[in-house]
């Protein structure tokens, strides 16, 4: 999940990146991605079944998640631009800055989870 919610932050990011570099082009509407919802990825897990080729393969779970980009509907912002596109710039900042601030926490956790799994068998070190 970690890994997961790492991939939609970056996602993120680039969705917001492109917000801010169309702040000036007329009549552009801002994008954000849909919510990545816990609930819904562990209800969409599927079991890990044993299946092998070889005595050394097995087949996992992994997959990417349905993330889609919306356009945000048109609502009243306090600053408008010439091009009256109501990208705040602002605003995009600090979406920029949050998802950058849970991208730093998701890769903390994926980091110690890993460090544990290393313990657990036997290795030490980084």
Known sequence: ???????????RQTVLAQNIANADTPNYRAKDLRQLSFERELRDIQPVRMQATSGTHLQGTVRKPDIRVE?????????TNPNENGIALEEQMMKVSDTQMNYQLASNIYHKNMMMLRTAIGQTGR
């Open 71 to 79: 356009e945000l509907r048109a609502r009243d912002v306090y600053e």
């Open 1 to 11: 999940m970690a890994r997961q919610k790492m991939d939609w932050l970056g996602d």
